[in-house]
């Protein structure tokens, strides 16, 4: 069964910046929008950010500027660039992807990826 596998996490002083990435671990057909969520530690997961089929792009409305979401259709890959990261940005990073065809005539909704973790120290 193909995941979605998230990358670019890590350690980061405040003020620095970082791109996740997201993608499927093996073939499939196409991906239609996604979103980034985080969690911190104690709390509840958040959502971050979404791109919707078709391009349009939401973001929590405190992070609108420092962070970008995009979606890469030729390669079926999601990104979140984070600028300007301060250390309350420190959490576990996840993407979903709201619809993923494995091929024409298969395909599942809301599948998460495992997670990264961004650390961002002060």
């Known amino acids: 069964q193909v995941q979605l596998v998230e990358s670019g996490g890590g350690l980061v002083q405040a003020g620095g910046s970082l791109r996740l990435s997201c993608a499927p671990s093996?073939?499939?057909?196409?991906?239609?929008?996604m979103a980034w969520y985080r969690q911190a530690p104690g709390k509840e997961r958040e959502w971050v950010a979404s791109v919707l089929v078709g391009g349009r792009k939401f973001y929590e409305t405190s992070l609108k500027g420092r962070f970008t979401i995009s979606l890469d259709n030729s390669k079926n890959t999601g990104y979140l660039q984070m600028n300007n990261l301060e250390p309350e940005d420190t959490a576990f990073y996840y993407c979903k992807a709201d619809k993923i065809y494995y091929n024409r005539n298969h395909s599942t909704m809301n599948l998460w990826g495992q997670g990264t973790q961004v650390t961002v120290s002060s």
């Open positions: 093996g073939t499939i057909f196409k991906l239609e929008g």
